[in-house]
């Protein structure tokens, strides 16, 4: 049973940058196939898409926040990590971390198998 767990801080000051870390356990992120995907959802909103990085390391970002966004990982811990910059009020979210297909673009997060059980983020003063 593959589990996603995300991990990082609450509150986010506005212009900083937000970082949070996804933990894989019963699989791994370098197994042929899965791209691993941060996925968030503001109040009142849809699930938004962000990013991806596949099991080769490459990766991939919604054109909107492509760039503010980076996604790295470690495989020597089996994680993977989003880095968002310049984060306003507007980046308050659920996010969520997800094991998703092999696509450059997830425009239907339904097609996603694993999910990460969220961690509110809050962008604030």
């Known amino acids: 049973q593959v589990q996603l767990q995300e991990s990082g801080p609450g509150l986010v000051r506005p212009s900083q940058t937000l970082s949070l870390t996804c933990t894989v356990s019963g699989g791994s992120i370098t197994t042929n196939y899965y791209y691993w995907s941060w996925v968030r959802r503001p109040p009142g909103k849809e699930l938004e898409w962000m990013g991806a990085?596949?099991?080769?390391?490459?990766?991939y970002y919604t054109p909107a926040l492509e760039s503010r966004t980076s996604i790295s990982r470690d495989t020597s811990k089996n994680r993977f990590t989003l880095q968002l910059s310049s984060v306003t009020p507007e980046d308050t979210a659920v996010y969520y971390c997800?094991?998703?297909?092999?696509?450059?673009?997830?425009?239907?997060?339904?097609?996603?198998?694993?999910w990460g059980q969220g961690t509110q983020v809050t962008v604030s003063p």
């Open positions: 990085i596949s099991y080769s390391g490459n990766t």
């Open positions: 997800a094991r998703c297909p092999p696509r450059t673009v997830v425009s239907d997060t339904r097609d996603c198998d694993y």
